[in-house]
């Protein structure tokens, strides 16, 4: 098993819709949790980062963690052309000081 | 955020050259910083972890011969990859501390690196 799990899709959302990413993690030890923006050839960008149980949210963008089932997902609301993109889950296994990315999932937001 | 920037931005090569490729922390000091590898379509894969005044730690299956790693100092980690061949062509990217007592990582604009 991965440590970290992504639908590639790509995922279509109308503009202005709600898009809903996810992400599974394998259980190994402390970790925390971040979400990357990438756009095609351009180094992935911090959107969010996520520690503890239950939603934050940072303008139109919300993650949520739900650590009992090992899934970590990002919401985005009123999404726009611009945010089409591939976005990338990240988590941080403390006991390795390792970061491993999920494959990513490919949105895109149709005008 | 923090900035972390990369040099160059892209390099092309012959056969058989060494590349070098720094990655510097401009706002934070950074005992460890990670180095990634993006073929096309594909996600990061770590190859390193680069830590201040040691040894790098190497993934499995990355050649720590062939990928020199040396982070001398507290801004500066580099990657040397020695011979390249044209399999080694790809996006390579660094990232670094996003701030004291946080272990947020932000990325570099990354080195495309093409071996002819």
């Known amino acids: 098993q991965k440590e970290v799990e992504q639908n590639s899709g790509p995922l279509s959302v109308p503009e202005g819709a709600i898009a809903s990413l996810n992400c599974t993690y394998s259980?190994?030890?402390?970790?925390?949790f971040f979400w990357y923006r990438q756009y095609s050839g351009k180094s992935p960008e911090l959107i969010m980062s996520?520690?503890?149980?239950g939603d934050k949210e940072d303008g139109r963008f919300t993650a949520q963690l739900n650590k009992a089932s090992q899934y970590v997902s990002l919401l985005i609301r009123d999404s726009q052309p611009s945010d089409s993109a591939t976005y990338l889950c990240a988590v941080h296994f403390y006991n390795f000081n390792k970061f491993y990315f999920g494959s990513g999932t490919k949105l895109n937001v149709k005008p | 955020g923090a900035v972390v920037s990369q040099h160059p931005s892209w390099v092309i090569c012959k056969s058989g050259t060494s590349v070098k490729i720094e990655c510097r922390s401009l706002d934070f000091q950074a005992t460890t910083m990670f180095w990634y590898r993006q073929f096309p379509k594909k996600s990061l894969m770590l190859m390193a972890t680069s830590n201040e005044g040691s040894k790098a730690t190497y993934e499995q299956g990355v050649e720590k011969d062939k990928f020199l790693i040396n982070h001398a100092s507290l801004t500066l980690s580099t990657l040397t990859v020695t011979s390249a061949h044209p399999e080694d062509s790809s996006f390579y990217i660094c990232?670094?501390?996003?701030?004291?007592?946080?272990?947020?990582?932000?990325f570099g604009p990354g080195t495309r690196l093409t071996v002819l």
């Open positions: 259980d190994r030890g402390s970790q925390s």
């Open positions: 996520i520690y503890s149980n």
């Open positions: 990232s670094g501390p996003g701030g004291m007592g946080t272990d947020t990582q932000y």
